[in-house]
């Protein structure tokens, strides 16, 4: 069972009030009155645009995520074969097993994923590329590139996501009809948007600095 700290549990409560907020301000833009013809064709073009956004969007969330559940696996694999003095063990088996793991994840071979504003950039994730050459390399050096990629990807996603539901919010909005000047709502919406990513943020850092402690007392 997992038990938050009242710190980051007020950071969770926060992100649930916001999110809250963003239906609530979505539903008074939904009681928007009716669009002229002229209107509707302009916001039907938009609404397209916005579908193909999200479509690259979804992508490369979807790419993204799958990267951090190989890097978990990898983590896993590495942690399962380091003896008692700290050193790694069945180096063979560990490479194929970690070769097998990463094959086909685009951004741990060295592969990119990209939307309109975002690039993000991939690593080798192959054992000699982790620092991991014989029995005697210090497996800490890989868990520092994993954890460091692993960190930037969190970022990326959060962003990601965050444009993802802006861009269905807006749509949405279109399909009911909404023909008023947006510019107000968007800001608004942004300004939220922006706010929630900020939380995300802060709480992977508050679970990072929690896990960081924990490990003082292994």
Not at 8 to 22: C, G, P, T, W
Not at 131 to 146: C, K, Q, Y
């Amino acid at each position: 069972m997992i038990t938050l700290t009242t710190g980051v549990r007020s950071i969770v409560d926060a992100i649930y009030k916001n999110n809250e907020y963003i239906t609530t301000l979505q539903k008074e833009i939904a009681s928007a009155s009716m669009p002229t013809d002229l209107v509707s064709i302009s916001l039907s073009q938009e609404a397209q645009d916005l579908l193909n956004r999200n479509e690259v969007i979804i992508n490369a969330i979807t790419v993204i995520t799958l990267a951090k559940t190989a890097i978990e696996k990898v983590k896993q694999l590495i942690e399962d074969n380091i003896d008692k003095n700290g050193k790694v063990k069945n180096l063979s088996d560990l490479r194929e097993e970690i070769e097998d793991t990463i094959d086909g994840v685009t951004l741990l071979n060295n592969g990119t994923v990209s939307t309109r504003s975002i690039i993000v950039e991939g690593i080798d994730a192959s054992l000699s590329e982790l620092g991991i050459n014989n029995v005697n390399d210090d497996p800490e050096v890989a868990f520092s590139i994993l954890d460091n990629f692993m960190s930037e990807l969190d970022s990326k996603l959060a962003i990601l996501n965050v444009r993802k539901e802006f861009n269905s919010s807006k749509y949405d909005i279109i399909m009911q009809g909404n023909a008023v000047d947006l510019t107000e709502v968007n800001a608004a919406l942004l300004s939220v948007q922006v706010k929630q990513q900020l939380l995300y943020n802060v709480l992977n850092i508050s679970l990072e600095a929690e896990k960081n402690i924990l490990k003082l007392f292994e």
